[in-house]
């Protein structure tokens, strides 16, 4: 059915292009009735204009993208605090770890563990601070230092 009313519309476009073209060959020859080409209509102008309108986004369609990318940061936003929690936690072995091989290689050199690291650490008799509720245990009797996390 689409090709019955292409093949239909088709001729009629080529009579209104023929008349034109016999129109201004019989002007140019100077017998017959002159007909002024127009230019296109308003309608199809204005039809070209909202085509290209159309290319762009319209502010619903932003708005929508803005919801959908902030919907997304509040799920992902929480698995990322995570994350950096488990990598302070790590950071905080590996700092224990580190106080662990000196005191034995203190120990190795020496024969003895150090005696001034518990009173080092314990100035005017206060607790040290440790960094968000981190415990810091020395046993000096093994010189085995033991992070205790939150």
Sequence with gaps: MRRAL???SAPQRSDACEQ???????AAVG???????QPPSRHRLHGRMQ??????????????VVVILSILATIVAPRLAGLVTDADDAVARANAQAVK??????Y??????????VPALFVNNKVPVMPDGYVL??????GDVTLITP
Excluded: C, H, W
């Design 31 to 37: 017998g017959g009735v002159v007909r002024s080409v």
């Design 6 to 8: 292409q093949a239909t």
């Design 20 to 26: 034109q073209v016999s129109a201004a060959a019989s």
């Design 137 to 142: 245990n020395y046993d000096p009797v093994t």
């Design 51 to 64: 085509e290209r309108r159309s290319t762009g986004f319209t502010l619903i369609e932003i708005l929508i």
């Design 108 to 117: 190795q050199k020496n024969g003895v563990y150090p005696p001034a690291i």
């Design 101 to 106: 091989r000196a005191v034995v290689m203190y």
